[in-house]
């Protein structure tokens, strides 16, 4: 599983962060990022977590090739 | 001085000071929700009330037709010239009142405050305050959660991070209960911010002088484009931390402390599972959402089968879209343990509220203190509570009762 966030939709809300810090980093200015190339083994599940409550519908899973 | 006449019509003359809307708002949003889902009323000027959730966030997205520039849910007289802190801050209070480009650069010289790193520097002054405010009832076996709890905890954790005195937090709360409680009130509001002004002033002088390390002492030493932030936009910026940091937490903390009191299984259910708080948290930002702001319709535009005018207003019901059952399952229900949460007691959009990570952080600490103190309160019977509604909502007297 891949995710990203969409920088322009997100609007520094931090619940990804929150949620997942293991896969999730906010800056200063609340601009979230995804900090690993694939979500680890075990994390899907806060991975979906994350998607799920962002209020700007910022975060998407990248389609497999 | 709230001048309410009863409403008989909630689709075409709502009034957001109605006592009972106050108290309970919950029904009327559901029934205006299923048969006129964007309100009107002509009292305190033409405005509109939205109660779906895609509306509300739609609005809040849509800053063209949607502007800032005032965002006072109860206006101050007939013309609103009053807006956002008075006729001396010629900007209001940005980033809050204003569209971009003045919103870009003020709302960056401000996050940097309330990032989740800077956030996690005040948790110990906050948990020392709230250890300090709970040994101070907690063998009386009664208080008010929210006049002697609630409402002194984010405001001296707002004046540490303005760098001003933590002894005026009294004056504070009654300089916003001013402006944003009793706003109808032309005289106690202007009398409010004319205070709350006047202390900034000779506060910036004074950082002007000798800095600390502070905000207040950061914008007054800051450089835009080469050129100092003016100092009509450092005291509406000033003001704006205040005024939104102080009123806004605390009706959250209070709220959330009232359903506890009212919801033995929820209290007991927190006390054995702690570890449940930071989700139950965002159960309660979204069930008691405190904030409405409001925005100005910048030209004639038709939205949802409306037709607003250029100068309307839209109050902008982040609680009641919090509350559609279209964007939540079981939406009227309080769930501690709700997973997928995407409620909107922030905002949406690029007004989303500066400081959602210290309120956050406030709320958390605020409650897991409460639980450790007294685990098990009830409200006191016979006992009346009050909630102040209208720019934010929660409760102003809450007597409870523990062992």
């Known amino acids: 599983m891949r995710i990203r966030v969409d920088p322009d939709k997100c609007q520094g809300h931090a619940r990804c962060y929150g949620l997942a810090p293991e896969l999730f980093a906010v800056d200063d200015y609340g601009q979230a990022s995804v900090i690993v190339d694939v979500v680890p083994a075990g994390l899907e599940e806060k991975a979906e977590l994350a998607i799920a409550n962002c209020p700007e519908y910022a975060i998407e899973r990248i389609a497999d090739d | 001085m709230t001048r309410t006449t009863p409403v008989s019509n909630w689709a075409t003359d709502f009034d957001v000071l109605d006592p009972h809307y106050i108290a309970d708002p919950f029904g009327i949003w559901d029934d205006l929700r299923s048969s006129c889902p964007i309100a009107h009323t002509d009292r305190r000027g033409s405005n509109w009330l939205p109660t779906r959730y895609e509306d509300v966030t739609a609005i809040a997205h849509d800053i063209e037709h949607f502007s800032s520039l005032k965002v006072a849910v109860i206006p101050v007289g007939e013309d609103d010239v009053d807006d956002a802190g008075g006729p001396a801050l010629e900007y209001g209070l940005p980033p809050i009142s204003s569209d971009p480009p003045l919103h870009t650069w003020t709302r960056r010289l401000l996050l940097p405050w309330f990032s989740h790193r800077r ?5 110990a002054l906050t948990r020392d305050l709230c250890q300090k405010l709970l040994g101070g009832f907690v063998d009386d076996g009664r208080a008010d959660a929210a006049a002697d709890y609630a409402q002194q ?10 760098g001003v005195s933590s002894d005026m937090s009294d004056s504070f709360t009654g300089w916003v209960r001013d402006i944003l409680e009793f ?40 450089e835009v484009d080469g050129a100092p932030v003016p100092d009509s936009i450092v005291l509406g910026m000033a003001a704006l931390v205040l005024i939104a940091g102080v009123d806004t937490t605390w009706s959250a903390i209070g709220s959330s402390l009232w359903h506890l009191a009212t919801h033995p299984d929820d209290r007991e259910r927190l006390v054995v599972e702690p570890d ?12 008691y959402a405190p904030v409405t702001m409001a925005r100005v319709v910048t030209g004639d535009v038709e939205f ?20 559609d059952p279209e964007a939540f399952d079981h939406a009227d229900a309080v769930l501690l343990d709700r997973a997928h949460n995407r409620h909107v007691a922030f905002g949406s959009g690029i007004h989303r509220c500066a400081g959602s990570n210290l309120a956050r952080m406030e709320l958390q600490v605020a409650l897991e203190e409460w639980l450790a103190y007294i685990p098990k309160f009830t409200l006191e019977a016979g006992k009346e509570i009050t909630w102040a509604g209208g720019q934010v909502r929660g409760p102003r007297v809450l007597p409870v009762v523990f062992q």
Do not use: W
């Open chain 2, 119 to 123: 956030v996690e520097s005040y948790v």
């Open chain 2, 153 to 162: 905890i984010p405001v001296r954790v707002i004046a540490h991070i303005l």
């Open chain 2, 183 to 222: 706003g109808d009130d032309p005289e106690r509001r202007t009398r409010g911010s004319e205070q709350l002004l006047n202390y900034f002033v000779s506060q910036l002088e004074f950082r002007r002088q000798s800095p600390g390390d502070d905000l207040l002492s950061e914008l007054l030493h800051t």
């Open chain 2, 276 to 287: 449940l708080l930071p989700t139950a948290l965002e159960e309660f930002l979204r069930a």
């Open chain 2, 304 to 323: 949802g089968g409306c037709p607003m005018k250029e100068g309307d207003k839209v109050l902008m019901n982040f609680p009641a879209a919090n509350r």
